[in-house]
């Protein structure tokens, strides 16, 4: 069985402008987690669907969005992109959104904003 | 605020010796998970700890959840060069479900 699948791995921009993050979580998996990892630090969790709904939202400006689909799969849309914003967005997908359920993260796609 | 910190930072071994990194949570914890990042790579789970004082064993690696399940403890007995990476601790956000990651504690193991 496939993994969760990010796409794109790697994605360059420029301050101001706009990115969407797209994720696949494992077949069968209902609840999508998005975080953001700065090098050197540990993930901080951005966003958390569940069957399509936000079930929670970790402590980002609102220029960060996300949305899940029918299929399970998501995106995550960063507006006015900021030099901070450079990191690595990792996808984490469970059965359930309970936090005892097993997280599978995805590869990641490391953004870099110049 | 919810504060996760993992002692060392970073940790520097001799291929065979053994290793240790310690969670402290500020907060009591449902659960706490374990987390290895390679390199490169992405958080890949361990293990998950749930009941105060629990020890678990996956081949040289024992895990253990404090008493007061707000500690837990990863050691590694004769490093590998595979053992490199970054190991993380993490548990239940405070009042929400999602996860709390540590600090983090950085392996090089020297061969």
């Known amino acids: 069985d496939a993994g969760v699948t990010q796409s794109p791995t790697h994605l360059i921009k420029t301050r101001g402008q706009h990115v969407t993050l797209r994720c696949s979580p494992i077949?069968?998996?209902?609840?999508v987690s998005w975080y953001q990892q700065v090098l050197g630090q540990g993930p901080q969790f951005i966003f958390q669907?569940?069957?399509?709904?936000?079930?929670g939202r970790g402590n980002f400006p609102d220029r960060f969005s996300a949305r899940q689909f029918p299929n399970y799969s998501s995106e995550l849309n960063v507006n006015a992109l900021l030099l901070g914003d450079s990191a690595l967005y990792l996808c984490a997908s469970s059965f359930t959104s309970a936090t005892t359920d097993t997280q599978y993260f995805g590869p990641g796609t490391r953004l870099t904003v110049l | 605020g919810q504060q996760v910190m993992q002692i060392p930072q970073y940790q520097h071994v001799q291929e065979g010796e053994d290793f240790t990194t310690y969670c402290n949570s500020s907060t009591t914890l449902s659960n706490i998970q374990w987390y290895k990042q390679r390199p490169g790579g992405h958080p890949v789970f361990l293990i998950q700890l749930v009941k105060s004082g629990e020890v678990k064993k996956q081949k040289r690696l024992t895990f253990q959840f404090g008493e007061a399940k707000k500690n837990s403890s990863l050691h590694i007995t004769a490093t590998q060069t595979t053992d490199v990476g970054t190991y993380f601790c993490?548990?239940?956000?405070?009042?929400?479900?999602?996860?709390?990651f540590g600090t983090g504690t950085r392996l090089t193991v020297i061969p």
């Open positions: 669907y569940y069957e399509k709904e936000e079930r």
């Open positions: 077949s069968g998996h209902k609840s």
């Open positions: 993490a548990g239940p956000r405070s009042g929400a479900n999602n996860l709390f």
